[in-house]
């Protein structure tokens, strides 16, 4: 199983120019072929009166579904250097399209690759990447004499304390990476003399944000 993956934050759009023709780049998650091809015709219609709509999308958990169309740029100028974009930042589960209004200004193969590159490398930063991993949700309670051990403890941890309630004793709860639950437990328990009980959460993907426009 999957234990760790890179996406799009979510479903959104970023445009640029190059000598004055518009590349418009509309990228949305899927986790199935017919789902990619829905967007992109949504985007095709949406956009009847472009020069140009171009796509890639790459689908499942080893990327076994990869696809990519140039509708009507030369032969290899768009649509694989889409993918190609999409695979050097290791995204899964998304689909790109690239909306071309022509200025009448020629690019060259050269210069039409490295346009719809960018046009994707460049929408998928402006929208944010995520790095999901499978995660589970440790809680437990404490007295309130161990929560600056505890404390502590996570401020030395790379994993970091996501949620206290104050009550009649202090309910913790810590997003863990699932190979590291029992090595965690084991460390608390330790660190507090073993007066301490744990209720392990569901496995889940928990996203977060690793790159977006707001970092560079």
């Known amino acids: 199983m999957l234990k760790s993956y890179y996406t799009i934050k979510e479903n959104g759009i970023h445009e640029i120019d190059i000598k004055k023709s518009r590349f418009i780049t509309n990228m949305a998650r899927v986790t199935n072929e017919a789902a990619a ?17 171009c796509s890639a999308f790459i689908i499942g958990e080893q990327n076994e579904i990869q696809r ?6 030369p ?13 050097l930042m290791a995204l899964q589960n998304v689909v790109a399209v690239t909306t071309r209004y022509f200025s009448g200004i020629k690019l060259g193969a050269g210069g039409l690759i490295r346009a719809y590159s960018n046009s994707v490398s460049e929408a998928a930063h402006a929208i944010g990447i995520v790095r999901g991993t499978l995660q589970r949700a440790l809680n437990f309670h404490l007295a309130y004499n161990q929560i600056d051990l505890v404390q502590n403890y996570f401020d030395n941890s790379t994993y970091q304390i996501d949620d206290i309630q104050y009550t009649t004793d ?27 009980q744990f209720e392990v959460g569901t496995e889940r993907f928990r996203e977060v944000l690793v790159n977006s426009n707001q970092s560079h």
């Not at 091809?37 to 009847?48: G, V």
């Not at 990519?68 to 740029?73: I, L, P, R, S, V």
């Not at 032969?75 to 695979?87: H, I, Q, R, W, Y």
């Open 68 to 73: 990519a169309h140039d509708d009507g740029e």
């Open 37 to 53: 091809k829905t967007f992109i015709q949504k985007i095709k219609k949406e956009h009847y009166q472009a020069t140009h709509n």
């Open 170 to 196: 202090i309910a913790i709860t810590a997003f863990i990476d699932s190979q590291d639950i029992a090595q965690i437990k084991a460390d608390l328990t330790d660190l507090l003399n073993g007066q301490i």
């Open 75 to 87: 032969s290899g100028t768009a649509g694989v250097p889409m993918l190609e974009s999409l695979k």
